[in-house]
């Protein structure tokens, strides 16, 4: 018996909207996906003129927060992937921001 390898295109994201707790992506097949802010330390602790200053990076394939240094890829995002960040990376981040 053989094995079907099934290919599977990972949708683009078109848009994005980011609210105090949640990171939502249209992608380009028609679904809108949702995560809590809190997968991403540097966008819950963003100011929100930070967190809706994005590009998308790779054709859609990622999204790209300049002011934090942020990088989150669709496919991690599908995958249920939450930030990578260490926690000592995230604390030198942290306490080099200027106060709000």
């Keep these: 018996m053989g ?11 078109e ?3 980011v609210t105090e707790d949640t990171l939502s992506i249209d992608l380009s ?8 802010l809190t997968w991403f330390p ?16 790779g054709k859609g394939h990622g999204i790209h927060w300049e002011d934090i240094d942020e990088d ?3 496919e991690g995002l599908l995958a249920g992937k939450p930030s990578g960040e260490s926690q000592d990376s995230f604390k030198k ?8």
């Design 29 to 36: 097949d028609g679904r809108t996906i949702s995560v809590p």
């Design 3 to 13: 094995i079907l390898a099934v290919e599977i295109e990972v949708p683009y994201a």
């Design 42 to 57: 540097r966008l819950l602790y963003a100011r929100p003129e930070e967190r809706n200053n994005w590009r998308l990076i």
């Design 72 to 74: 989150i890829s669709v």
């Design 15 to 17: 848009g994005i909207t």
């Design 93 to 100: 981040w942290l306490d080099a921001r200027p106060p709000h």
